[in-house]
């Protein structure tokens, strides 16, 4: 089991103390007021994708309050990040947590655990099926002030997976941002954006081809580097 793997294990007992909400508030046209009166019965835990998407992707404009959200965060990640859910996407509950103002609430060290320990799988992990521009997309709206980190993290190319993740991204397409959950107004676009056309990720690249002596990290490093410099 993977230390994300464990987080998300724990989050139910993490949100141990968040109130369950006595009523979900929301507009009638967006939602159906027995689906929201399921939630309020359900155990937690319980609720099924079926049940608890509809209310995740609409939270904090049609649907809900912080509150809320707070309460069934826990059920929305685990379903989201096991694959459980497919919408909303996880970039989406990036801009929800912001929204709410997530790093105020008690659980808030936990959570900033997770999103660590999130990012390093996609790094160092194979065989997660995250792509790398919608997960930066996700944290960097969560917690914008993170981005440098993360991408300081990435250039180190530790791990061939690493290597691996920023060939899949050059071979994308533009080399900017490119999931649609980003605002490219906000400070971890910006950042991202410049990191992508900067000196220090060919430099880094550099240095990781002149370590390596594996043929296939050679030929994604020769690609990705051919990329950047055009």
């Known amino acids: 089991m993977t230390v994300l793997d464990r987080l998300l294990a724990g989050l139910p007992e993490a949100f ?59 059920r929305i990640l685990q379903l989201v990040l096991t694959g459980e859910l497919a919408w909303p996407e996880l970039p989406l509950v990036g801009r929800k947590l912001a929204q709410a103002g997530w790093q105020d609430w008690p659980e808030a060290p936990y959570l900033r655990r997770l999103l660590d320990a999130l990012w390093l799988d996609v790094l160092h992990d194979a065989g997660q099926w995250w792509d790398a521009d919608a997960v930066l997309c996700a944290l960097g709206a969560a917690d914008p002030d993170g981005t440098g980190g993360r991408l300081a993290e990435w250039a180190r190319f530790t791990d061939p997976v690493a290597v691996e993740r920023l ?14 959950f980003w605002d490219e107004r906000g400070a971890a676009y910006r950042t991202f954006a410049a990191w992508l056309r900067g000196p220090e990720l060919q430099l880094a690249v550099e240095a990781a081809f002149l370590r390596t002596d594996d043929p296939t990290q050679l030929d994604q490093l020769i690609t990705v580097h051919d990329i950047l410099a055009a």
């Open 16 to 74: 141990s103390t968040a109130p369950r909400p006595s009523r979900i508030d929301g507009c009638p046209c967006c939602a159906s007021r027995a689906g929201l009166d399921r939630l309020l019965r359900t155990p937690r835990e319980q609720l099924t994708p079926g049940e608890l998407g509809p209310y995740a992707a609409s939270v904090l404009n049609t649907v809900g309050a912080p509150a809320d959200l707070r309460y069934f965060l826990p």
């Open 167 to 180: 060939y899949e991204f050059a071979l994308g397409g533009e080399l900017e941002p490119r999931d649609a």
